[in-house]
């Protein structure tokens, strides 16, 4: 029992080793599942991650089946983190986070009594963020899983990069005058994941979230190829802009593009985004900017010398680029993920007798609208990932109302009266009718 208790304590320092990122993966989903029938897709890998910290620590010992579930009844009463953001004690439907970053969406969809049975992030240090926060570690590439070996879901949601869209295979099938699928135009893309997914496991809605240039990307091409492949898929599309300056003092413009399921919603009723009207939330009425940072944050002579010369020459040439203090009364420019470089983008005035400074992660975080208790101190994650993450995240308070009216159209929209949440997830792989692990 004591060689048992030495392995259930070593788990979680062992969930934060690259070589086993597969199976901490698995291990996470399958602890995060303990409730519903999917964690028989994660069981496997689960009991092998055990096996391969047995192996490690002590190679002499040979596990049973019994001894596997030991050691998780003891990490599972005895060490197993309680991480702040936990899914709904009686989730009201399921849904799954690709590209899922630090977890933005997932956070406004466990808001909304949502369940994650699946989560898929390819970055090293952001799934170290989302696992502190969520207690799971996504899994990887997420070209390289398998659409089969994810669960069933309602919901699928995904803020995907924006790439173009290559017809050099299609034209070559055409030459050869072989037929192709309409999926066959996204092939080489993360799109193509999506979609290959979708058509896979038949959602009943997703939530998707790109750059607002996508409308114009490659001449309006590659938008104009999404949304008639998500319509071929038999989901009825609908897509618009919104910023988040109305939820934070940012200026932030993201296309949202969310679909229903034509089997299951009524294609005539019309889906309404979140309004955009009132007044933007100005800096100085959020509590975004702490009264005192780190001087680490504020700007050396030289950056702040280089920045003003390098405002001025663009002024010169009558274009806008340079530096972006921040205004008080006023929303501050778009956080990006190149922040962590010179925080050019939003600096924060220090007084006359001081240079700017840059917004420190806290404030970075308070910015896109994640709460308080979100954790980034002290989860092995730099300022500079930090930046990064926080720069390629989605704005939580406007999934949040994205997904809200999202779940009220589900809600009001059925052709019959099925529950949202009736969706059956994939039968277990060898489920256990004696389960017996409890959180």
């Known amino acids: 029992m004591e060689k048992l208790e030495k392995i259930a304590e070593r788990i979680n320092p062992f969930l934060q080793k690259d070589k086993y990122a597969g199976r901490s993966a698995e291990f996470t989903h399958f602890i995060s599942n303990l409730d519903n029938p999917a964690r028989g897709l994660y069981r496997g890998g689960a009991y092998e991650f055990i096996m391969d910290i047995a192996e490690e620590i002590e190679p002499e010992l040979e596990l049973s089946t019994e001894s596997i579930e030991t050691v998780l009844d003891i990490y599972l009463h005895n060490y197993k983190?309680?991480?702040?953001?936990?899914?709904?004690?009686?989730?009201?439907?399921?849904?799954?986070?690709?590209?899922?970053g630090i977890g933005g969406f997932?956070?406004?969809?466990?808001?909304h009594g949502g369940k994650s049975v699946f989560s898929s992030e390819w970055d090293k240090y952001s799934k170290k963020t989302y696992l502190a926060n969520y207690g799971e570690l996504p899994f990887g590439d997420i070209t390289k899983v398998d659409e089969k070996d994810i669960p069933d879901?309602?919901?699928?949601?995904?803020?995907?990069?924006?790439?173009?869209?290559?017809?050099?295979g299609v034209s070559k099938k055409n030459s050869l005058g072989r037929n192709h699928g309409f999926l066959d135009e996204t092939q080489g893309t993360l799109f193509?994941?999506?979609?290959?997914?979708?058509?896979?496991?038949?959602?009943?809605?997703?939530i998707l979230e790109n750059v607002k240039n996508l409308r114009s990307h490659d001449k309006g091409r590659t938008f104009a190829?999404?949304?008639?492949?998500?319509?071929?898929?038999?989901?009825?599309?609908?897509?618009?802009?919104?910023?988040?300056?109305?939820?934070?003092?940012?200026?932030?413009?993201?296309?949202?593009?969310?679909?229903?399921d034509r089997n299951t919603y009524n294609p005539d009723m019309k889906f309404s985004f979140p309004e955009q009207n009132g007044d933007p939330i100005q800096l100085v009425d959020s509590n975004v900017l702490a009264p005192v940072v780190d001087k680490k944050y504020t700007?050396?002579?030289?950056?702040?010398?280089?920045?003003?010369?390098?405002?001025?020459?663009?002024?010169?040439?009558?274009?806008?680029?340079?530096?972006?203090l921040a205004d008080p009364y006023g929303v501050t420019r778009t956080l990006s993920a190149r922040y962590h470089k010179d925080g050019s983008e939003i600096l924060v005035s220090q007084g006359k007798k001081m240079n700017p400074r840059r917004l420190t992660p806290e404030e970075c975080r308070r910015l896109m609208g994640f709460p308080e208790e979100f954790r980034i101190k002290d989860t092995g994650v730099s300022d500079t990932q930090l930046y990064r993450q926080f720069g390629n995240s989605v704005a939580v308070p406007v999934v949040e109302a994205v997904a809200g009216r999202v779940i009220e159209h589900m809600k009001n929209s059925l052709l019959n009266s099925e529950n949202m949440n009736d969706t059956e997830v994939n039968e277990p792989i060898e489920e256990d009718s004696e389960h017996r692990f409890t959180a």
């Open 153 to 168: 879901h309602d919901v699928l949601l995904a803020g995907f990069p924006c790439q173009p869209f290559s017809l050099a």
């Open 225 to 260: 190829v999404i949304m008639d492949t998500l319509d071929k898929l038999n989901y009825q599309v609908s897509a618009d802009i919104l910023d988040a300056k109305y939820y934070v003092p940012q200026h932030r413009e993201r296309i949202f593009i969310v679909g229903f």
């Open 106 to 111: 997932r956070l406004a969809l466990q808001g």
């Open 81 to 100: 983190p309680e991480p702040p953001f936990q899914h709904p004690k009686s989730p009201e439907f399921t849904f799954i986070d690709l590209f899922a």
């Open 192 to 206: 193509f994941d999506i979609a290959r997914i979708i058509k896979e496991k038949r959602p009943k809605a997703f």
């Open 299 to 324: 700007l050396s002579d030289k950056l702040w010398g280089y920045l003003k010369a390098y405002a001025e020459k663009h002024r010169q040439k009558g274009n806008g680029f340079g530096f972006g």
